[in-house]
């Protein structure tokens, strides 16, 4: 499981604490469907800086260690990850599920019409609308980042997944290790996924800059910066 923490040293800001986006952004602006009813052009600007930063940014060696470490365990490996930034499929990973959206995807603000992905940077009137269930010249639905804001749900299937996979390990009887990377533990259900883990069995690690809100559900707590723990905790250090 990871968290913006990871992407911290590709240069990407993490939201929580100093210099974070969360800082100068209140959450509720640029985070909510409300915030996005109430000026849409603020909200598209600010993923569309968000957009511009992950595009120049380059996985680093903590995510390069997690596509290594993907490739020799196959399916007894999987990736959910908070971050929104694609950096762990520009590192190789391809078991990734991404519980709070993409980047990289737009979806309409009023239909149920499958995400798409979306390269542009929308930052001012006329915003991007949409094609499918809008008629030209009436009510325009706008578009919107496919982000899983505060106040939504997240994907159902997204989250089947993950209790699919932790409890496929334990009808296997498969050692379980629950390994969160760069994450304060304050947003859920994602900082949940740990204590299920461990009543299944799961032997729980993290490393992170600090202690984070939920370090007491963790075995073992790693503290320093992920490019420098996460390869040597996979014994891949120096890869
Ligand atoms: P946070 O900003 O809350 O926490 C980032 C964590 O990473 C902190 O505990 C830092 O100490 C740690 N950290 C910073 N630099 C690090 C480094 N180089 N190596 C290791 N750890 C480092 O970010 P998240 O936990 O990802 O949701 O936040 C969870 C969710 O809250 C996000 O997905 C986002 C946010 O609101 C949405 O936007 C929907």
Redesign the pocket.
């Known amino acids: 499981m990871t968290?913006?923490?990871?992407s911290?040293?590709s240069g990407l800001p993490?939201?929580?604490?100093k210099d974070?986006l969360w800082e100068d952004q209140p959450?509720q602006e640029v985070?909510t469907p409300r915030g996005f009813a109430r000026d849409p052009a603020l909200v598209w600007r600010f993923y569309s800086a968000r957009r511009a930063a992950a595009d120049s940014a380059r996985p680093n060696a903590a995510h390069l260690a997690l596509a290594e470490l993907e490739r020799s365990m196959g399916d007894r490996f999987l990736l959910a990850t908070?971050n929104v930034d694609g950096l762990h499929q520009a590192a190789g990973s391809e078991r990734v599920i991404e519980l709070?959206g993409s980047l990289w995807r737009t979806r309409c603000s009023r239909c149920q019409r499958p995400s798409f992905e979306d390269r542009r940077y929308p930052v001012a009137p006329p915003l991007p609308v949409c094609d499918v269930c809008t008629e030209p010249g009436v009510d325009a639905a706008l578009l919107r980042p496919a982000?899983?804001?505060?106040e939504e749900m997240l994907d159902p299937d997204d989250q089947g997944e993950v209790v699919r996979f932790l409890r496929r390990a334990d009808a296997e009887r498969a050692p379980l290790l629950f390994l969160a990377i760069?994450?304060?533990g304050?947003?859920y259900p994602a900082a949940a996924y740990v204590r299920y883990a461990k009543e299944l069995g799961a032997g729980t690690w993290l490393?992170?800059?600090?202690r984070?809100e939920n370090d007491w559900a963790f075995d073992h707590v790693v503290e320093g910066?992920?490019t420098a723990v996460v390869p040597a905790m996979l014994g891949l250090a120096g890869s």
């Open positions: 968290g913006a923490g990871i911290a040293e993490t939201f929580r604490g974070g959450v985070a908070q709070h982000i899983v804001w505060f760069g994450t304060s304050i947003v490393a992170n800059l600090e984070p910066p992920a």
